[in-house]
């Protein structure tokens, strides 16, 4: 594996909110951070001016921009990717990434089911990345941080981890990550379909479904369909985690129901959607989840989401 070099420039792909917020910390800290984008977004100055409010204060940064042909061509290689595009986004920019030459490819998408594909054919190694602060883009090129978090990954990835520990995020190191993913899986089962369905804030959700029935049995299909897979949790652990997640943001909007708001495909294929090619292959029945994979499909064909790139 090439060494990481201080001088290699780190690269953001995909500067939505994530995108833009590791852009900024990690800018702040020193490091040359290049972000990446389509080149019908990428503009004419290769330039963006990019507003980060959150935790009291307001900076304002300028950051390079280019689209992958010229990433791939003006820069021989990067020390670390930090790919935000959207998990319904990983299969179009795929073929990119594999072309890129960098030591890490940190991956921080929530849902499940895009590394298997990804993860032999990239240059570097794959991290992935369990994110649970919450950023929210305001206008284009405007973040906002609304929630505190952490960042997990393997403790075997120490250069990113500390890259990350020195731009002022709070790393938390494991052995094994894959049991963190699925437990914000879990999660984020239970919270996005539904706070979108009811179109409510988070911290709505045990008004709407009264001591969670509907997200409990959602939960219960959930955790059956993993343990068949081999992954044991405990049904009051994550209902716990669940409602705490629910306290801790009260105030958000759920990505899924953000991705709606705004006229944008969701994540629901790579979370209920995923869970349900579980259930499939192990001929498990999951009639709550199904449901709500019908009814958040309905919702993104109501609002005339048309998935155009
Ligand atoms: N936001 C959070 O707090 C948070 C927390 C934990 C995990 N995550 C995960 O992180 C991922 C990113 O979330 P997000 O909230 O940052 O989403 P987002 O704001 O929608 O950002 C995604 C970015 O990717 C860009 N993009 C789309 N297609 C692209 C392409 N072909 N090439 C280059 N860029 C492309 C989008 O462009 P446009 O500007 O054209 O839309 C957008 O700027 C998601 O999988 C989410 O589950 C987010």
Known sequence: ??????????????????????????????????????????????????????KGQTETLTLPIYAPSELLHQFGSFSLVIVTVKARHLQTVSTFLQRLQACFFLFPQNGAGFERSLKPALSGQFVRLVVT???????????????????????????????????????RLVEDIQPWVMRKFLVNLVINPLTTIFGVPNGDLTRVDPDLTLGRAILREGLEVLAAEGWHFNQEEIESLVISVLQQT???????????????????????????????????????????????????RKHGHLELF
């Open 133 to 171: 602060f919450g950023v929210t883009r305001t206008k284009p090129w405007q973040v906002e941080y609304r929630g505190d978090g952490e960042i997990w990954m393997e403790e075997k990835f120490l250069e990113p981890a500390a890259i990350l520990q020195k731009a002022g995020f709070q790393v």
């Open 1 to 54: 594996m090439k060494p990481t070099s201080q001088n290699s420039p780190l690269l953001i792909f995909g500067p939505g909110a994530l995108g833009l917020y590791f852009a900024a910390r990690l800018h702040q800290a020193g490091y040359p951070v290049v972000l990446g984008h389509k080149l019908s977004k990428v503009p004419e100055s290769r330039e963006v001016s990019v507003l980060v409010r959150g």
């Open 250 to 300: 009260a105030q958000n909007r759920s990505s899924m129901l953000q991705d709606l708001d705004r006229g944008a495909l969701t994540e629901i294929d790579w979370i209920t959607g995923y869970l349900l090619g579980l259930a499939k292959r192990q001929g498990i029945e999951v009639p709550y989840n199904e449901t709500v994979y019908r009814i958040v499909k309905g919702l993104e």
